[in-house]
């Protein structure tokens, strides 16, 4: 049981119910948005997500056998811990569940061709771990887009049938809202996925796979990461000026500059100096930290906004 949970990464599968119950309940709920689903058709949304994704895991790491070998060999699980068959058996009843569970919620709402979303996310990560994920950033965008879509998916499920012409306007500005909360998930997962590829370079160089830092080398990929990180920190700035200090919310902008500015910025500075292995291992973990807080600031914005009020 103890492989299995560690074979769909219970961690970051808790971290993505986490954010949809805080989207739905702590955003959308809180501003009264008219929702389409009842609370346990909402909890078998966030379950049909958390399935797909599991499985996503699964089967990455059954295609990674080799890579892990050489990269995380204490870490391996797949030929080890659980048979091949036996990872492909989970790898299928997730996606069954996980689609399955989501034709269900699309026929509640109408919607049965929302459906296809999920078909497209699981057909996705199949493609990333059994060949883009050997393509030059193809795959680090791929699992990126993953990301940014367990967010949008819930307004795409409860908000999006509830639209009508008189509320399309007010709902339009909330999605806005959420589509810059995705952006900021796609970011910090695409810095992170390539942190990962520099953290892996050996083995990924040993099968042939053309990541950035296979492709361009450690010192090459640290600099592009770094400026981008610097960019994005910069913006970053410029949004908490413009949407939360011009609007006093002073405590959603202490919130962001402390909790996910100030580690980015530590994160940059020590980018630049990162080298050994250790070093990007430490540097992942940062941008989880970060990520983490990230999927707490729409919680923290909406109240300062209600507080505010």
Not at 189 to 214: A, H, Q
Not at 274 to 284: N, Q, R, V, Y
Request: with cysteine.
């Amino acid at each position: 049981m103890k492989a299995f949970f560690k074979l769909i990464r219970y961690q970051n599968l808790l971290m993505i119910a986490l954010m949809q119950f805080i989207v739905r309940y702590g955003f959308f709920q809180l501003q009264h948005i008219p929702l389409a689903l009842n609370d346990w058709q909402y909890v078998l949304l966030v379950l049909a997500t958390v399935c797909v994704a599991a499985a996503g895991y699964v089967i990455n790491d059954v295609f990674d056998q080799d890579t892990d070998a050489v990269n995380k060999p204490q870490k391996v699980i797949v030929g080890k811990y659980i048979s091949e068959t036996k990872a492909y058996n989970i790898y299928v009843t997730l996606n069954i569940i996980g689609v399955g569970i989501a034709f269900y919620i699309a026929n509640v709402i109408d919607k049965p061709s929302l459906s296809g979303i999920f078909i497209g996310v699981a057909a996705l990560l199949y493609l990333y771990a059994s060949s883009l994920k050997q393509s030059l950033l193809a795959g680090n965008i791929i699992v990126s887009i993953v990301a940014a879509m367990s967010i949008i998916v819930v307004a795409i499920f409860d908000v999006y049938p509830m639209t009508n012409i008189e509320n399309r306007i007010e709902l339009g500005s909330r999605f806005l809202v959420l589509l810059d909360y995705a952006m900021f998930c796609f970011i910090i997962t695409l810095f992170r996925e390539i942190v990962k590829d520099t953290e892996d370079i050996k083995g990924d160089n040993e099968m042939g796979m053309r990541t950035l830092p296979v492709v361009l080398g450690i010192p090459k990929t640290v600099k592009i990461v770094f400026a981008l990180s610097v960019v994005f920190i910069a913006y970053l700035l410029f949004y908490v000026y413009q949407n939360y200090f011009s609007n006093n919310l002073y405590i959603g902008a202490a919130y962001t500059l402390l909790t996910i500015i100030a580690p980015l910025i530590y994160f940059a500075i020590q980018l630049f100096s990162a080298k050994a292995k250790e070093d990007f291992t430490h540097l992942s973990k940062i941008l989880k930290v970060v990520l983490f807080f990230g999927v707490l600031l729409i919680l923290v914005i909406t109240l300062n906004i209600q507080q505010h009020a």
